[in-house]
Structure formats: structure tokens, C-alpha cells
């Protein structure tokens, strides 16, 4: 097990690496190009879109893969039930952020229109649940490829809109071009892999939801804490706030996907632990825990040391002021990523019921502290709105709620790098 792993992880980081240069090369010219008010403005569009993503892919992202082990049989049926009514409900969804951009910024035209187009990411995403097949078979290496051939594509559309010094609106649909390419490609590719046919079937809708509808609440209540500094700081202090924002925010993320394939890499391994022993299943997730944490706390010195030279090279000169928002925002990282571990073991143990209530406490603390601090200290408000936001919900709540507590204890084990050292040893 500890040999797929590995080459499930290895397969994507080396892909993602190679993502990740060309995104810093593109996203300099493209925040560059569009500078702080329009680079804003698709970053509020963004944040819109990720409201209704939840619901849009009514928490089946969160599932899948356990759905998937020790149930080969029903492949075809989980996998086309999940795609077919998350895409039915994007349509949905695509209606709800056009005529919610068209209220809330009657007065820009642009804004409305940005946010009309993005929403086409809604859609092109249900389709993209299919990777979840893949990571569930250790075969993440074709997610990995294919992302990173249609990421070639996009890279060389932004560039071409550059150099036809095109205007927002073709940027706008960027990112849905990419899921769309990336959900038709892995659509094939599952079908020379697999026999079973995408079937829809209400039976398996309807136990699917009855273990994903406590994610679609929780998961609405995290977009509401992860993106209402940026919607807050677009309507109280404007697109430019908004862009230096985001500038600080992406470069403080852009790492992510190092995280993102880590813990995806460890869930089946921790899923079949869960049904080998309780030991086994623990100790998996405490090594995780400890994995992320110290990869996290790595990072964070590292760019608030770096803050202004990230800054000046990713995004230039105008958006100097991200500097010391990104010194402070960095730090939300380590408390962020644990808190998609917590998710990962408490859907392990079947305590989805809780999410709502932990999920729920950090938006309204997020809130709150936007209110707060955005008037007195703007950017950086937000951003420190959002270190303690996630501080409060992924640690601080998990001891307030006494089902949860027993998590902070692998948290706690997880502080041991020595487990690390065990994992690489097979130990």
C-alpha cells in the first residue's frame, strides 16, 4: 500500500510542480495586464462562483471515493448519478450567481457580465468528479497528466488574450474552458478502463445524499468563511482592495496543490485502515496530521520572509500593497489544511451530523471579524479575520465539541515527526 501511495503522490506533485511554474509565469503577466481593478473583479467572481459550488456539487466530492472502496459493482451507478444531478443542479446554480452578481453590482456592468461567464465553471466542474474514480485506484497519474496538458492550453490561451490585448470577459471563462477539457479527456479514459456504463439511479441518489447533504450545509458554510473577506472587501472598499487581496491570497495558496495531493494520495490508504484495524486507521491519520502541519509551517516562514519579493515577481510593482496582507494571510495556511484532515476522519468515523455546527461557528466568526476589521485595518483586517477564523474553527471548536475532541488527540500525535519516518521506513 505504502509503494501506490508514493507513486500516486509522485505522479501528481511532479505534475503540479510543472503546473505550478507556468501559473507563476502566466499570473504575472495576466495580474500584470489586467491590473488590480479588473484582476479584482474576476477574483470577485471567483468567490461568487465558490458560494454556490457546494450546492452545485451537493457535497458527492466528499464521498465518492469511500463510496467507490469495496463497491466496484456499482461504479457505473455512483459515478453517473453523481455527475448527471450535480450538473443538472449547476444549471440551477449558473441561474442563481448571474442574477445575484445582477443585484448585488447593478452599477457595473462589467462585474455582472464576469460573473455571468464564470459561472460556466459550475457546470464544466460536475463533470469533473470523475477524477475521484482515479484517486480511489491509485491511478492518479492520469489526472495528473491530463491537468497538466489541458493547464498547456489554457497557459497558451491567457497568453494569446494578452497578446490580442483582449478584454476581462475572455479571461472570464478560462478556468471553465480548462474543467470542461479536463472532465471530457478523463471521461474517455475512464471508458477504455472501465466496462461500466455512466447509469442514473434515484436509489443510489438517494443513499448517496443521505451521507453528502451534511456536506453541502458544512461545505456553504466553509466557502462562507473562506470568500467573504473577498465579496466584503468588493463592496466596502472596492475592486483594487479586492485585487491586492487576492494577489496576497493566491501567492499564500500557491502551494496548495502540494497539500491537495498529499491528502488525496493518503485517503484510500486511511479509508482501508479504517476497516483493517482501529490502530492502523489512526496512526494513518496522525501521520497526515503530522505531514501537513510541518510542510505548512515550513511555508509559512518561509513567504512571510519572502512576502515582498514573491509579491514584486508574481504580480509587480502595483501590487506592492499585498506585501504585508500576505505576511499575515500565509499563516491561515497550517490551521486551513488541518481542518480538511479533520474532514477526512470525521467522515471516516461517520460523524458528517457535526460539520454543520463546526462549519457554521467559523462562518459566523468570520463574519463577524470582517465586520470588524475591514474598517479599521482593510486588507489586512480581512486577512487577519481570516488567520483567526480558521484557527477558531479547525482547532479550538474540535475541543469545544465533545464528539470531536477525540480528533484533537490525533492532532496532538501528529506533532510526532517521527511518524513520517516510520511511513517511509513501512513501519
Known amino acids: 500500500m505504502k509503494d501506490k501511495v508514493i507513486n500516486n503522490l509522485s505522479w501528481l506533485l511532479i505534475c503540479k510542480i510543472i503546473q505550478a511554474v507556468l501559473g507563476l509565469i502566466i499570473n504575472a503577466y495576466v495580474t500584470r495586464y489586467l491590473g488590480p481593478s479588473l484582476y479584482g473583479i474576476i477574483s470577485y467572481a471567483a468567490s461568487v462562483a465558490a458560494f454556490f459550488l457546494p450546492i452545485s456539487k451537493l457535497g458527492l466530492e466528499e464521498i465518492l471515493i469511500q463510496q467507490t472502496i469495496g463497491n466496484s459493482k456499482e461504479e457505473g451507478k455512483i459515478y453517473g448519478t453523481s455527475i448527471i444531478a450535480s450538473a443538472l443542479t449547476s444549471l440551477a446554480c449558473m441561474v442563481g450567481m448571474t442574477c445575484f452578481s445582477l443585484i448585488a453590482n447593478a452599477d457595473s456592468k462589467d462585474t455582472s457580465i464576469v460573473c455571468a461567464l464564470y459561472s460556466l465553471v459550475l457546470l464544466f466542474q460536475s463533470f469533473e468528479l470523475i477524477r ?83 456536506y453541502i450545509i458544512s461545505s456553504m458554510m466553509v466557502t462562507i468563511f473562506a470568500q467573504t473577506d473577498k465579496i466584503m472587501l468588493n463592496l466596502m472598499k472596492g475592486d483594487a482592495a479586492t485585487g491586492y487581496y487576492s494577489a496576497a491570497s493566491n501567492c499564500a495558496t500557491i502551494t496548495s496543490f502540494i497539500f491537495v495531493a498529499i491528502i488525496n494520495s ?10 483493517i484495524s482501529e490502530g492502523a486507521f489512526e496512526k494513518s491519520v496522525s501521520l497526515l496530521y503530522c505531514i501537513i502541519i510541518y510542510l505548512s509551517l515550513i511555508q509559512s516562514v518561509g513567504m512571510t520572509v519572502m512576502a515582498f519579493p514573491i509579491i514584486y515577481i508574481m504580480n509587480g510593482s502595483a501590487y506592492i500593497p499585498a506585501v504585508p496582507i500576505l505576511r499575515v494571510c500565509v499563516w491561515f495556511s497550517t490551521f486551513s489544511y488541518m481542518g480538511a484532515v479533520r474532514d477526512v476522519w470525521i467522515l471516516a468515523v461517520g460523524k458528517q451530523k457535526y460539520l454543520w455546527r463546526v462549519n457554521l461557528c467559523g462562518a459566523a466568526m468570520n463574519i463577524i471579524l470582517n465586520f470588524v476589521f475591514i474598517p479599521l485595518w482593510g486588507e489586512i483586517g480581512a486577512a487577519v479575520a481570516s488567520v483567526i477564523t480558521q484557527l477558531f474553527t479547525n482547532v479550538i471548536v474540535g475541543i469545544i465539541l465533545k464528539p470531536l475532541r477525540y480528533n484533537n488527540k490525533l492532532i496532538i500525535a501528529g506533532l510526532n515527526p517521527a511518524l513520517i519516518k516510520d511511513f517511509l521506513k513501512g513501519t
Not at 266 to 273: D, G, R, S, Y
Request: proline share 1%; net charge positive.
Open 132 to 214: 475521484l474514480w482515479f484517486q480511489s485506484k491509485y491511478l492518479s497519474k492520469y489526472v495528473a497528466v491530463v491537468s497538466l496538458i489541458v493547464y498547456c492550453v489554457t497557459f497558451s490561451y491567457k497568453g494569446i488574450l494578452i497578446f490580442l490585448k483582449k478584454n476581462v470577459y475572455w479571461f472570464a471563462i478560462s478556468d471553465g474552458i480548462g474543467y470542461l477539457l479536463i472532465s471530457i479527456i478523463l471521461i474517455i479514459i475512464y471508458r477504455k478502463l472501465e466496462s461500466q456504463r455512466f447509469i442514473f439511479s434515484f436509489n443510489v441518489l438517494k443513499r448517496l445524499l443521505s451521507k453528502s447533504k451534511y
Open 266 to 275: 493518503l485517503l484510500p490508504m486511511i479509508f482501508e485502515n479504517r476497516k
